[in-house]
């Protein structure tokens, strides 16, 4: 697939400006610390920035289908470069500040994913190849979400965490910029769409495809919270930044296995609701007491199968949306996933972190899937 025209540099243009999705949120928690403010300050700073690209990202991609891609990529990128900026020139001393800095940079991330999956059918000549990258894409996003802090945290360790942010602002900066100027970028159009508020959100599956989309991210934010709880309980301090590294490599396998596996036509709701229901039973060995070494195997389970079911979900998604309104719908997407994964986080802290959390998020999204969305997918799909 990365042979043909644009692919490679538009999947390295658009994973190098959503690399500070996965640095920010550490670089801040670092950052706050340096300043004087306790964890739980910092970590609520950390949780406003993975919460706010929840409010812009629709909105930056509807403008997207009005408009193209190249400007709101560019007034995202630059808005968030100079929030980060700002943060890395004054410090978190003053939290009003801080606050609004964080809430800009995170509100302003790009369009990069919703832009990349709009142009994939523009480059590629099929739908098979077009579902390849569609996992490709999936993959990615654990990738983010993993050398992003250890990027962060190696620059905050070296320089400074003022460092990380400042490199996280150039990042997004670069990263839109080479995806923006590029020919299929620039070039693409939505297809005409009617005037209706609701753009994405009107078709009836999609709210609670969407909704399901919370739950499948609520499990990955409660694992981080599981990891730390099982490295305290076993004394084992390495679980906590294992296990959930462990979990997104299986997601990468995972996903090449589904490539190279994969039906030769587009997947149907049953394989969404199936790829669910399986995604939930993963979660249930993790509720015995297993040694650590045992324990990182099992996680492997629900980590191999993440990768496929967001990629079916997310062209179940695609084929969902109303014409001309598919970078808007990639961010409601994304927009779910993100407070999915900030639920998670927050709920799993006070239950002590227990793997009962992600199993009962993984199976409530079965039941959405399997109950609301799978007898209307079909013909809409279609």
């Known amino acids: 697939m990365l042979r043909h025209r644009y692919c490679s540099r538009l999947l390295i243009a658009s994973v190098t400006g959503r690399l500070s999705l996965g640095m920010v949120p550490v670089a801040l928690i670092l950052a706050a610390q340096a300043d004087g403010h306790s964890l739980a300050t910092a970590s609520l700073l950390a949780a406003l920035y993975g919460i706010s690209p929840a409010l812009g990202l629709p909105l930056l991609g509807r403008f997207a289908d009005h408009r193209g891609l190249p400007l709101p990529i560019y007034l995202g990128a630059s808005l968030v470069a100079t929030a980060l900026g700002v943060l890395a020139v004054a410090g978190t001393t003053s939290l009003p500040?801080?606050?609004?800095?964080?809430?800009?940079a995170g509100a302003g991330c790009p369009p990069l994913e919703g832009g990349l999956r709009s142009l994939w059918p523009t480059v590629l000549p099929d739908d098979a190849h077009v579902r390849t990258a569609y996992t490709l894409d999936s993959s990615t996003q654990e990738i983010v979400y993993v050398t992003g802090p250890a990027i962060a945290i190696a620059l905050a360790g070296w320089l400074s965490p003022a460092a990380a942010l400042t490199l996280a602002a150039?990042?997004?900066?670069?990263?839109s910029l080479a995806f923006a100027t590029s020919h299929p970028a620039r070039t693409w159009r939505a297809e005409p769409r009617h005037p209706d508020r609701l753009g994405a959100l009107r078709p009836p599956a999609m709210r609670p495809l969407l909704a399901a989309l919370v739950f499948l991210g609520a499990t990955v934010g409660a694992l981080d919270v599981a990891g730390i709880a099982v490295a305290e309980k076993q004394n084992e301090a390495w679980m906590a930044g294992v296990l959930p590294a462990i979990f997104s490599a299986a997601g990468i396998l995972g996903g090449a296995l589904f490539v190279r596996f994969q039906p030769s036509t587009a997947p149907r709701?049953?394989?969404?609701?199936?790829?669910?229901?399986?995604?939930?039973?993963?979660?249930?060995?993790?509720?015995?007491?297993?040694?650590?070494p045992l324990l990182?195997?099992?996680?492997?389970?629900?980590?191999?199968?993440?990768?496929?079911?967001?990629?079916?979900?997310?062209?179940t998604l695609t084929s969902l949306a109303p014409p001309g309104t598919s970078t808007e719908a990639v961010g409601w997407l994304s927009s779910a996933m993100r407070l999915g994964l900030a639920a998670g986080t927050a709920l799993a802290g006070p239950l002590g972190g227990h793997f009962a959390v992600p199993l009962m998020a993984a199976a409530l999204c079965t039941l959405l899937l399997g109950t609301r969305t799978g007898p209307r997918l079909a013909p809409a799909a279609a």
């Open 296 to 315: 990182l195997v099992v996680a492997m389970l629900p980590g191999a199968l993440f990768v496929p079911l967001l990629t079916v979900a997310s062209l």
């Open 97 to 104: 500040l801080t606050a609004l800095c964080v809430l800009l």
């Open 269 to 292: 709701p049953r394989h969404l609701a199936m790829l669910a229901a399986a995604y939930a039973v993963c979660w249930l060995p993790l509720l015995a007491p297993l040694p650590a």
């Open 170 to 175: 150039a990042a997004t900066l670069a990263g």
